[in-house]
């Protein structure tokens, strides 16, 4: 059974930081690119970052120069820090891992960032 489960949301002021984990099980998770994405209240789900499995990495405009992307192989983990946080960037973030047809979603962790 595969689960994908994020952790490390909450409250934070406008200017933090924030670190999200998510671990994998259930896949063979170095082989997959993982992916973060987000959906605020009342909008579409969006992608925000990628890294792929030979470590590549991927952002979207609106994080760039401010969120990073990294993977621990050996933990099945893959990280989001976010740095400068902006009000807009309140959202449930949700990890996703993709391997051919194959795609698994997380259950979301709600970050709120305070203005």
């Known amino acids: 059974q595969v689960q994908l489960v994020e952790s490390g949301g909450g409250l934070v002021q406008a200017g933090g930081s924030q670190r999200l984990s998510c671990a994998a099980s259930g896949i063979i998770f170095r082989i997959n690119t993982m992916n973060w994405y987000r959906q605020a209240p009342g909008k579409q789900r969006e992608w925000v970052t990628t890294v792929t499995s030979g470590g590549s990495t991927n952002y979207a405009d609106s994080v760039k120069g401010r969120f990073t992307i990294s993977r621990d192989n050996a933990k099945n983990t893959v990280y989001l820090q976010m740095n400068s946080l902006k009000p807009e960037d309140t959202a449930v973030y949700y990890c996703?891992?993709?391997?051919?047809?194959?795609?698994?979603w997380g259950q979301g962790t709600q970050v709120t960032v305070s203005s």
């Open positions: 996703n891992a993709r391997y051919g047809f194959e795609n698994y």
